[in-house]
C-alpha cells in the first residue's frame, strides 16, 4: 500500500503460532506499489547453532510473494518453523530496498503456548522508497 505523496511501501507477512512456536506462512497479499516497481523478496531463518541467517531450498533469489507463498506450500508443507526470520526486498532493478530482522520468539502471544489453540496473525513493515523508485511510480 502507498499514499503516492509519501512514497513508502509496505508488505504484511502471514504467520500462524503453535505449541510456543512460530510458522512464517507467506505474504498476505501484493500491493499496487509492489507490483509497479517489480518487488521481490526473500525470507531467511536464523540457524540457532551458529547464529547466521539462511536462505531455504528455492528461496535463494529473490522472489515475487506468489512464488514464495507457492515454494512454502509445495516444498514446505505450508510454511516455515523458525524462532528468527529476516526479510528482504528488493526493486526491479535488483537492488535491496529494505531489510528487516524479526524476532518471532518475543512475539509469541500467550494463547499460542496451550497445546489446544492455534493462533492466527500478521505482522507488517513499511519503509521509505528511494527518489528512484518513487519516479517508478510517478511513471508506472
Partial sequence: MIDSKQGKMSFTVDFHFQNGKAICTGFAMETVVSKKINAK????????????????KGMKEPLTQEEINSVLREKYKGGITAEEFAFEVFNGEGEKIFATKFNATDKTPADAFNPEK???????????LSDNDKSRLAHG
Fill in 41 to 56: 523478496y526473500r525470507i531467511l531463518v536464523k540457524n540457532p547453532a551458529d547464529g547466521y541467517f539462511y536462505t531455504m
Fill in 118 to 128: 492455534m493462533v492466527f496473525t500478521n505482522f507488517s513493515w513499511s519503509f521509505e
